[in-house]
């Protein structure tokens, strides 16, 4: 599973078994966080992956749009 939280409060902006670039999320919320109405800026930012192929992996990274 493919995740994209938010950075401030941890809303969910994507969740699927297919990855999506963080500019395509980011345009879909019209690049305010819903929740607590935070900019979302085109800089790295963190997203959390999680794997399941048998074992279940969580992976923090930071990737640029
Ligand atoms: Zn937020």
């Not at 969910?12 to 345009?27: E, H």
């Not at 085109?42 to 992996?57: A, C, D, S, T, V």
């Amino acid at each position: 599973m493919f995740t994209v939280r938010c950075d401030s409060c941890g809303f969910k902006f994507y969740a699927s078994r297919r990855p999506k670039t963080i500019k395509n999320v980011i345009n879909a919320w019209g690049g305010t966080c819903p929740k607590c109405m935070s900019p979302l800026s085109p800089k790295p930012i963190k997203i959390f992956l999680k794997i399941e192929n048998g074992k279940r992996q969580e992976v923090w990274g930071e990737f640029l749009v």
